[in-house]
């Protein structure tokens, strides 16, 4: 994967829509906001890390979209040698355990042809059986582990 020292970490998650309405905004506009500022930071050499799941049409998705069409070539990665397959990927995308794991191979390998993908395991004081469960607690656990690597 790329240099970590040009490794920029991005995070973003939707508001209730009285919060953007409030604002004057719309979802749209988030979007926007989200990809041009990942679009700007690709074009000048920094790679991305962001959490999220890979649900369809979500900002992971949007932004391994942007990293898929634009291919922006970016610094050669310290250490990295030519046969390095994340060498080239511009995104690290961070996955929580129990979303990792519900996430269709087909899906998963897709992901991979463009951005490292890296499961994040559950935290050591809740079991992953424990966040598998429908306990929202649990699952709050495991994406806070996710946000804090």
């Known amino acids: 994967m ?5 490794l920029i970490a991005l995070s973003v998650s939707e508001p209730a829509e009285v919060e953007l309405v409030r604002r004057g905004l719309s979802r749209a506009h988030l979007d926007l906001a989200f990809i ?6 690709l074009a000048t050499g920094y790679n991305l890390a962001y959490g999220g799941d890979l649900r369809l049409r979500g ?31 511009r995104v690290r995308n961070y996955v929580a355990a129990p979303y990792y794991d519900d996430v269709d191979p087909t899906e998963l390998a897709a992901a991979r042809n463009v951005a490292d993908v890296r499961r994040v395991d559950p ?3 809740a079991s ?11 699952r709050a656990l495991a994406l ?5 690597v």
């Open 2 to 6: 790329a240099d970590d020292e040009r």
């Open 36 to 41: 041009e500022l990942a679009r700007h930071l």
């Open 59 to 89: 900002f992971t998705d949007q932004l391994f979209n942007l990293a898929r069409s634009y291919r922006l070539p970016g610094p050669p990665p310290t250490g990295a040698s030519s046969g390095d397959a994340d060498a080239s990927k």
């Open 123 to 125: 935290p050591s004081r």
């Open 128 to 138: 992953a059986a424990q966040i598998k469960g429908d306990d929202k607690a649990k």
């Open 144 to 148: 806070t582990e996710m946000r804090e």
